[in-house]
T-cell receptor
Framework: DSGVTQTPKHLITATGQRVTLRCSPR?????VYWYQQSLDQGLQFLIQ???????AKGNILERFSAQQFPDLHSELNLSSLELGDSALYFC??????????????FGPGTRLTVL | GQQLNQSPQSMFIQEGEDVSMNCTSS?????WLWYKQEPGEGPVLLIA?????ELTSNGRLTAQFGITRKDSFLNISASIPSDVGIYFC??????????????FGKGTKLSVKP
């Protein structure tokens, strides 16, 4: 158990819909990262938040957005869903108090299926 | 963008054999991490490397941070069936706007035959 929790574990929805994925980082971790994993693309970095502020953006679509709340949990919002958005979505967290140490610990993931 | 070349893509080995996989990059990294992912689970951190030349072990696993800072390898000795999974390397570059985020290799899928 990494200490990172994600809900829900599975989500099935229809094209055009909007969903919210939730992540709670390990106790004491300030950074939260979101990744998308699909069969043919591997792990793709989407976005990072550090202590409530957006810190880095990767291959995140404009239809996707995220935020980190004062209690440090984070939500990833996916809207106008398409079939190709079906994937595993992982959240990871890291301590980040020392810039040279960036061990990221992953949650169990949310499997999103868009029908 | 930056890419990590991880090889081999897959390995089919007999229980008891040693395994070696590696990652290379055209860019310099200041951190290398190795993860293992089992079906339906999130990646689990195995080993973290922070200095060029560093050699670190975790049980039967040994990983090294290449001297050039552009590569890393992971060895598994005396493999057992529970070693099955996908192994990912991940690297962090020294600077840039994407602070903290990792670049992942595409993974090495390991199958172990009892």
């Amino acid at each position: 158990d990494s200490g990172v929790t994600q809900t829900p574990k599975h989500l099935i929805t229809a094209t055009g819909q909007r969903v919210t994925l939730r992540c709670s980082p390990r106790s004491g971790d300030l950074s939260v990262y979101w990744y998308q994993q699909s069969l043919d693309q591997g792990l793709q970095f989407l976005i990072q938040y550090y202590n409530g502020e957006e810190r880095a953006k990767g291959n995140i679509l404009e239809r996707f957005s995220a935020q980190q709340f004062p209690d440090l949990h984070s939500e990833l919002n996916l809207s106008s869903l398409e079939l190709g958005d079906s994937a595993l979505y992982f959240c990871a967290s890291s301590h980040d108090r020392r810039s040279s140490y960036n061990e990221q610990f992953f949650g169990p993931g949310t499997r999103l299926t868009v029908l | 963008g930056q890419q990590l070349n991880q090889s081999p893509q897959s390995m089919f080995i007999q229980e008891g054999e040693d395994v070696s996989m590696n990652c290379t990059s055209s860019s310099i990294f200041n951190t290398w991490l190795w993860y293992k992912q089992e079906p339906g689970e999130g990646p689990v951190l195995l080993i973290a490397l922070y200095k060029a030349g560093e050699l670190t072990s975790n049980g039967r696993l040994t990983a090294q941070f290449g001297i050039t800072r552009k590569d890393s390898f992971l060895n598994i000795s005396a493999s057992i069936p529970s070693d099955v999974g996908i192994y990912f390397c991940a690297g962090q570059t020294p600077s840039g706007g994407s602070q903290g985020n990792l670049i992942f290799g595409k993974g090495t899928k390991l199958s172990v035959k009892p």
